[in-house]
């Protein structure tokens, strides 16, 4: 599973970026996908999360500024960003865990994943 992360960029405090995340491969299930971040001398940090069911959890430094969907019919996610301010400057990563399905033989298997994707920068600045 391939996990494809796009939408970064420079931005002024105040404005807005959307990142989005396609996963790709031979997905039989998704189950979680969620956003995370890590500032240069900084631990990552979970961002939001969304489950196949539609439910969200957020971190509280960015609730009610960022939302986080998912189109399950593409396999993506997205994070919209508002009023971004100058903290919320890092790299940021989409991760996403289910199974993959695939033959051996005329036997359908299923194994579970849990795969990144490849970090976007987001720098807020004047």
């Known amino acids: 599973v391939q996990l494809q992360a796009s939408g970064g960029g420079l931005v002024q405090p105040g404005g807005s970026l959307r990142l989005s995340c396609a996963a790709s491969?031979?997905?039989?299930?998704?189950?979680?996908m969620g956003w995370y971040r890590q500032a240069p001398g900084k631990q990552r940090e979970l961002v939001a999360s969304?489950?196949?069911?539609?439910?969200?959890n957020y971190a509280d430094s960015v609730k009610d500024r960022f939302t986080i969907s998912r189109d399950n019919t593409k396999n993506t996610v997205y994070l919209q960003m508002n009023s971004l301010k100058p903290e919320d400057t890092a790299t940021y990563s989409c991760?996403?865990?289910?199974?993959?399905?695939?033959?051996?033989?005329?036997?359908?298997?299923?194994?579970?994943?849990?795969?990144w994707g490849q970090g976007t920068l987001v720098t807020v600045s004047s």
């Open positions: 991760n996403a865990d289910g199974q993959i399905g695939y033959y051996r033989g005329s036997v359908y298997h299923r194994q579970t994943f849990n795969a």
């Open positions: 491969g031979s997905i039989a299930r998704m189950n979680a």
């Open positions: 969304i489950t196949s069911g539609g439910t969200t």
